[in-house]
């Protein structure tokens, strides 16, 4: 079963950059959906975003859209590029492999292995 480890979080002021990194133990591109969640304290876990396993297809929660963006390299790492940062988009952010869809999946069950998470706190 592939692993997965984020890097990448940590503290930037409202209207700053980060990139989260995904890194899977073993190449992903064709076996596996990829998707970006995170989950705010006393929050249940949210959408935001996912990659189709051809890399053709990339949706975003419409919290993000046009801030954020989902990209990957040619071996087996996906990432996710956070711009224009706002203080509600601090969470712990979990990024995820699952089943082969044509289509992104927006719904956790369909996603059923995760990374161990990575904080990111935006001040105001």
């Known amino acids: 079963q592939v692993q997965l480890l984020e890097s990448g979080g940590g503290l930037v002021q409202a209207g700053g950059s980060l990139r989260l990194s995904c890194a899977a133990s073993e190449r992903t591109f064709n076996n596996y959906n990829m998707g970006w969640f995170r989950q705010a304290p006393g929050k249940e876990r949210e959408f935001v975003g996912a990659?189709?396993?051809?890399?053709?297809?990339i949706d975003y929660a419409d919290s993000v859209k046009g801030r954020f963006t989902i990209s990957r390299d040619n071996a087996n790492t996906v990432y996710l590029q956070m711009n224009s940062l706002k203080p509600e988009d601090t969470a712990v952010y979990y990024c995820a492999a699952g089943q082969r869809y044509s289509l992104p999946s927006y719904r956790p069950h369909d996603y059923n292995t995760w990374g161990q998470g990575t904080q990111v706190t935006v001040s105001s």
């Open positions: 990659m189709t396993w051809t890399g053709g297809r």
